[in-house]
C-alpha cells in the first residue's frame, strides 16, 4: 500500500479542532499517557497558550524538574488531518534513559495499521539526525508488538531489556544509529 504524501510539522494554531478531535480519539479508547485528561480543558479555554508551552519545551524554556528540552510534531496528511504525534527530546536523563528514550511518538487510534508509525518515526529520525544526535533510544513495552516492530522496521536493534522501576513493566530498550 503507497502511502498518502505526509508532513511531519510543528504544532500550529490552524490545526487546533483538528487536535481537540484527535484528544478526544484518544481518550475514547482510554489512553490518556500522554494526552491527559487535564489537556483537553486547556486546550479548549487557550489553545495559543499550549502551543507557546510546547514552544519553549522545544527551547528549554521554564521545564519542569527532570524534564529535557523536547520538540512536538505532528504527522498530517494532504486533508490536514492529525495522523499521530511524535515529541524528540533533545537528551536522556537516567529516567528517560529506563522508559522514554529520545522518541516518543503515538498514531491516532482511527489510523492505525496502516504504515503512519513507521513513517512518522522515520520523520522524526530525520529531526533527530538535524538536532546533531547520531544515535537515540526509543523504548517500548515489551508486550506491544506493534511499536516493536516500528521502532525495528526503522532500524532499531534491542540494546537492553529489563523491568522499569516506575512502570515495574519490562521495557524494551532500542538502539537506532543515524547515518
Known amino acids: ?39 483537553l480543558p486547556l ?13 519553549n519545551n522545544s527551547k528549554g524554556i521554564k521545564l519542569k524538574p527532570g524534564f529535557v528540552p523536547a520538540t512536538t510534531f505532528w504527522l498530517v496528511n494532504q486533508s490536514d488531518r492529525i ?3 511524535s515529541r524528540l527530546r533533545h537528551r536522556l536523563t537516567p529516567m528517560l534513559e529506563d522508559r522514554g ?9 482511527t489510523e492505525r495499521s496502516k504504515g503512519y508509525g513507521t513513517k512518522l518515526l522515520a520523520m522524526t529520525l530525520e529531526k533527530a539526525q538535524q538536532i546533531g544526535l547520531n544515535r537515540v533510544l526509543v523504548t517500548c513495552n515489551e508486550d ?14 534491542l ?13 524494551s530498550r532500542y538502539s537506532i544509529a543515524l547515518l
Do not use: C, W
Not at 43 to 55: D, G, P, S, W
Not at 101 to 109: A, F, L
Not at 159 to 171: D, K, L, M, P, Y
Open 144 to 157: 506491544n508488538l506493534a511499536s516493536a516492530r516500528v521502532i525495528q522496521k526503522n532500524g532499531g536493534s
Open 83 to 85: 495522523l499521530g504525534e
Open 101 to 109: 528514550g529520545h522518541i516518543g511518538y503515538m498514531v491516532r487510534p
Open 1 to 39: 500500500m503507497e502511502l498518502e504524501e505526509l508532513q511531519l510539522i510543528e504544532p500550529t494554531p490552524a490545526l487546533q479542532s483538528e487536535f481537540i478531535s484527535m484528544v478526544r480519539e484518544f481518550q475514547e479508547v482510554g489512553e490518556t499517557r500522554i494526552h491527559d485528561r487535564d489537556l
Open 43 to 55: 486546550i479548549q479555554e487557550n489553545f495559543l497558550a499550549y502551543l507557546h508551552q510546547l514552544e
Open 159 to 171: 540494546a537492553s531489556e529489563s523491568i522499569s522501576e516506575q512502570t515495574g513493566r519490562i521495557i
